[in-house]
Nanobody, 119 residues
């Protein structure tokens, strides 16, 4: 089993910055890819950024150049540095970790942290 706990959300004005953290515990040795997703009211959950085990990172077009994902294996923590925030970044942000067990991809999710950007 894997547990993910997010922190760092809050209220910020447009143009401001926040850093989200996701601490993993439990079966951390089984983690493959990790990422951040977000879900705004009335919208589907979408990928914001992910960090693959081999080091590759990917970003949604809407956050490229503004957000930076980093993965620190030493302390089992995933970060998302968010700069130049816009009102449209307002959403609940979820940490995700994938493991592969007997050939199956298993997704784990954190409880989510609210990010609100005021105009």
């Amino acid at each position: 089993q894997l547990q993910l706990v997010e922190s760092g959300g809050g209220l910020v004005q447009a143009g401001g910055s926040l850093r989200l953290s996701c601490a993993a515990s439990g079966s951390i040795f089984s983690i493959n890819d990790m990422g951040w997703y977000r879900q705004a009211p009335g919208k589907q959950r979408e990928l914001v950024a992910n960090a693959q085990k081999r080091g590759t990172t990917n970003y949604a077009d809407s956050v490229k150049g503004r957000f930076t994902i980093s993965r620190h294996n030493a302390n089992n923590t995933l970060y998302l540095q968010m700069n130049s925030l816009k009102p449209e970044d307002t959403a609940v942000y979820y940490c995700n970790a994938q493991t592969i067990q007997q050939g199956w991809v298993i997704n784990y999710w954190g409880q989510g942290t609210q990010v609100t950007v005021s105009s």
